[in-house]
């Protein structure tokens, strides 16, 4: 089952402003899978993105990110990225 997630970090050096949790939109635990959906508020903060993302990865994660527009537009095709990403990825 995919839920909202706060993913509580052991060690804060890597992430910006010191911050000790990193909220996901989604995460899928047994597939260590974050999915994030991108919107307005991930314009002009690039670097604290691409930081948060490193982040994530050096925890073993791996991160399907889809535009917010794509989702409200057409959820059967985001669905079926999300589904095609999974297989692409872990077989």
């Keep these: 089952m995919i839920e909202n997630y706060l993913i509580k970090t052991k060690s ?24 994030e959906i991108d919107g307005w508020s991930h314009n002009y903060k690039e670097k604290y ?19 917010d527009i794509e989702v409200k537009r057409n959820l059967s095709w985001v669905m079926g990225c999300l589904k095609d990403f999974i297989i ?3 077989g």
């Excluded at 911050?19 to 989604?26: A, H």
């Excluded at 691409?50 to 535009?67: A, V």
């Design 12 to 35: 804060t050096k890597n992430l910006p402003k010191s911050q000790d949790l990193i909220y996901v939109d989604f995460y899928a635990p047994s597939l260590s899978l974050v999915i």
């Design 49 to 67: 993105d691409l930081q948060r993302e490193e982040f994530l990865k050096s925890l073993g994660l791996t991160i399907f990110k889809i535009p």
């Design 88 to 90: 692409a990825t872990y």
